[in-house]
């Protein structure tokens, strides 16, 4: 069982930055692949990031390559999500999910555990 609590957002006017973490609990996080989500009024939850188990391996959407960045801390069960050159479409609600697997998965069904979501907003 893995309890997961993100926090960091707020309101941000474009072009700024946020950093989110996401607190973990449980003694196997490392084993856990964990990603970022989000969600729009009205639209679909969609995939942001994610990294591997180890922090070696990560994978991004294409809209956010280059401007946003994941990573891990083992030894402190948390996986943090910094997001710079942000924009008004970025606003949203931030989810961390976790997943035991190897893999990196981009759809919301491969997550087992979800945490509560944190509000982003960019002002343009």
């Known amino acids: 069982q893995v309890q997961l609590v993100e926090s960091g957002g707020g309101l941000v006017q474009a072009g700024g930055s946020l950093r989110l973490s996401c607190a973990a609990s449980?003694?196997?996080?490392?084993?856990?692949?964990m990603g970022w989500f989000r969600q729009a009024p009205g639209k679909e939850r969609e995939f942001v990031a994610g990294?591997?188990?180890?922090?070696?391996?990560?994978r991004y959407v294409d809209f956010v390559r280059g401007r946003f960045t994941i990573s891990r801390d083992n030894a402190k069960n948390t996986v943090a999500l910094q997001m710079n050159s942000l924009k008004p479409e970025d606003t949203a609600v931030y989810y961390c999910?976790?997943?035991?697997?190897?893999?990196?998965?981009?759809?919301?069904?491969?997550?087992?555990?979800w945490g509560q979501g944190t509000q982003v907003t960019v002002s343009s």
């Open positions: 999910a976790a997943d035991r697997t190897i893999f990196i998965g981009t759809e919301s069904r491969e997550y087992e555990y």
């Open positions: 449980g003694r196997t996080f490392s084993s856990y692949a």
């Open positions: 990294i591997n188990w180890s922090g070696g391996q990560t």
